[in-house]
Nanobody, 119 residues
Framework: QVQLVESGGGLVQAGESLRLSCVVFGGIFSYNVMGWYRQAPGKERELVARITPGGGGDYAEFVKGRFTISRDHFTNTVYLQMNSLKPEDSAVYYC?????????????WGQGTLVTVSS
């Protein structure tokens, strides 16, 4: 059974940085496309960034140039480095692991970590 544990959220001021971490327990990390999503109050969950097993990443337009996703196959961890944070980045950030052997499956979600950016 795959479990994801996120950490790194917190309260920061606009313009500051945070790094989120998501550790994957169980499963085979190298088979997972890893993604970071976020959900603000009253809004739908949206994709922020994702990274393939080979390290290729893609980003939502609203974070391009500010956020960087990366993964460490030795520690089964995916990171989201968030720079130049804006108040509109405030949300609960969720990690998702999708097994490439199970296309179309929703994947496994973490419990979320709260990011609050004050102006």
């Amino acid at each position: 059974q795959v479990q994801l544990v996120e950490s790194g959220g917190g309260l920061v001021q606009a313009g500051e940085s945070l790094r989120l971490s998501c550790v994957v327990f169980g499963g085979i990390f190298s088979y997972n496309v890893m993604g970071w999503y976020r959900q603000a109050p009253g809004k739908e969950r949206e994709l922020v960034a994702r990274i393939t097993p080979g390290g290729g990443g893609d980003y939502a337009e609203f974070v391009k140039g500010r956020f960087t996703i990366s993964r460490d196959h030795f520690t089964n961890t995916v990171y989201l480095q968030m720079n130049s944070l804006k108040p509109e980045d405030s949300a609960v950030y969720y990690c998702n692991a999708q097994d490439i052997r199970l296309p179309g499956a929703p994947g496994v979600w973490g419990q979320g970590t709260l990011v609050t950016v004050s102006s």
